[in-house]
């Protein structure tokens, strides 16, 4: 990040930011012309200005603004909070268990998960070779090419963040764009499928998006249980129907020039390291069942003090 961009954001934004947060925070509860608003419910519209101005700015990472909005909460509108601030007057307070409990949301859970087979799948190349052999079928004609790139983003997109799907294929498919000539307007359209794909794919499961998983809490919360199969059951055929129609949208709106297309999506060539336990290596030898003659002699020092396993 350049000093000049730095300067900007704290010399400029954050002042202006902190100004605004002090000033919504500090008014009069009659300021805001909301019939019985408490002190409490007041300083909660505070943090939300301060959160959503910072995140828009990115005066600080995204992330460490989330939590200093969770530690000025505990401080300032929770039961176990600063004593001043925590009086029973301003306001019902919101009970401390409530705002820690955010950490483990099971809806947090549900997306942790997800993002840790995205960030897997990315490291060991799952994502490409996938990938690779999935746009295969679909050879060589564009408007077969557009319908691979829509069905498998759209896939992609019901287990993986939108975000990390859309610059995967947009990897795929720069060198692809490169080559079609440039009054092609099919560029438009396989350029328009990632977006579009992503977005309708998401749909498809919970963890799909972030609006999905959030909905089914609600429901859930309403006595009205949605299982994982049974939203996918009834939204895939759904997605299926809008990804033929977009295909056909796309098609009409921005018709191919080109005959045909060449994806060429690299191989995976990053392997993993390390050898798997049953390689043979030597840190299976103390594990072993079955003594051979002088093993004691051929095994090393320090491995003599673990006991033997058979």
Do not use: H
């Amino acid at each position: 990040m350049s000093t000049g961009k730095l300067n900007l954001k704290y010399c400029v934004f954050l002042p202006i930011v902190l100004a605004i947060t002090i000033f919504l925070w500090a008014v009069p509860v009659s300021f805001y012309g909301i019939e019985a608003l408490t002190v409490v419910q007041q300083r909660v519209i505070a943090l939300f200005v301060f959160a959503a101005l910072m995140w828009i700015f990115e005066i600080i990472p995204n992330w460490t603004t989330s939590l200093l909005v969770i530690v000025i909460s505990l401080l300032t509108v929770s039961d176990k909070g600063i004593g001043y601030f925590c009086n029973p007057q301003f306001g019902t307070l919101v009970g401390f268990k409530s705002i820690m409990s955010a950490f483990a949301d099971p809806v947090v859970m549900l997306f942790m998960g997800g993002f840790v087979l995205a960030i897997m799948a990315e490291k060991y190349g799952l994502d490409v070779t996938l990938a690779r052999y999935l746009l295969k079928p679909f050879g060589t004609n564009p408007k077969m090419v557009l319908l691979g790139f829509l069905i498998v983003i759209a896939v992609f997109s019901m287990f993986m963040s939108n975000t990390a799907t859309a610059a995967m294929m947009l990897a795929f498919l720069a060198p692809v764009l490169a080559a079609l000539p440039s009054d092609d307007k099919g560029k438009i359209g396989l350029s328009l499928s990632i977006p579009v794909a992503a977005n309708l794919g998401g749909i498809g499961t919970p963890i799909g998006t972030p609006p999905n998983a959030t909905a089914v809490k609600f429901l859930a919360e309403a006595g009205a249980d949605v299982t994982f199969g049974e939203w996918a059951m009834r939204m895939i055929p759904y997605v299926l129907i809008m990804l033929l129609v977009a295909w056909l949208l796309l098609q009409f709106f921005f018709p191919f020039k080109a005959k045909e297309i060449k994806l060429e999506i690299p191989e995976n060539k990053r392997k993993m390291t390390g050898r798997p336990w049953w390689s043979g290596s030597p840190s299976s030898a103390p594990f072993c069942c079955g003594r051979r003659k002088n093993s004691r002699a051929s095994t090393p020092t320090s491995w003599r003090s673990f006991p033997s396993a058979c």
